[in-house]
C-alpha cells in the first residue's frame, strides 16, 4: 500500500480553524437557580453554549445531625465558555445574577482554555 500523501483528497480548506482564547465559567448553585441562569445567559447575553447537568452532595458546613445517608441536597452544575477578554466582567454579572454572592448562594471558579472555536446558531423564531 502506498502512502504517498497526493493519492489522499486535499481538504477543501487548508485554514487552520478559528481558535479563540477563551474560559470557561462553571457554577454550582441551588436546584432551583439552574435553568433561570441559563435562560438569563442565553436570552439577555447570546451564550448558546451553555451545559447544565444535577449533582448531590452535602455541604461542608451542613451541621453533623444532618449528614448522613439520605440527607444529600441537589445542586445545578452550569458551565460555558467564553471569550477571554470577557470573561472577568462576565464572572462578576454572573455572581450578582445568579445570587453567588449571599450566604448559601453557591459556588463560581473559571479557568483558561488553550483555544475555543464558536459555533453559531441560525436566527429562528422563538418558542412560545
Do not use: W
Not at 37 to 55: C, K, P, Y
Not at 108 to 113: A, E, K, P, T
Not at 117 to 126: H, I, S, V, W, Y
Amino acid at each position: 500500500m502506498s502512502t504517498d500523501s497526493s493519492a489522499l483528497p486535499a481538504r477543501v480548506d487548508d485554514r487552520p480553524p478559528r481558535l479563540k482564547p477563551a474560559k470557561v465559567i462553571t457554577c454550582i448553585l441551588p436546584k432551583d437557580r439552574g435553568l433561570t441562569l441559563v435562560e438569563h445567559l442565553a436570552r439577555d447575553r447570546g451564550i448558546t453554549e451553555i451545559d447544565m447537568n444535577f449533582a448531590r452532595g452535602v455541604g461542608r458546613m451542613t451541621p453533623l445531625k444532618h449528614r448522613g445517608v439520605g440527607e444529600t441536597s441537589e445542586r445545578a452544575v452550569v458551565s460555558f465558555a467564553v471569550p477571554a477578554d470577557e470573561a472577568d466582567a462576565l464572572f462578576d454579572h454572573v455572581m450578582e445574577v445568579a445570587g453567588i454572592n449571599r450566604p448559601h448562594g453557591g459556588l463560581i471558579y473559571m479557568y483558561g482554555l488553550l483555544a475555543s472555536t464558536g459555533a453559531q446558531l441560525p436566527d429562528l423564531p422563538e418558542e412560545q
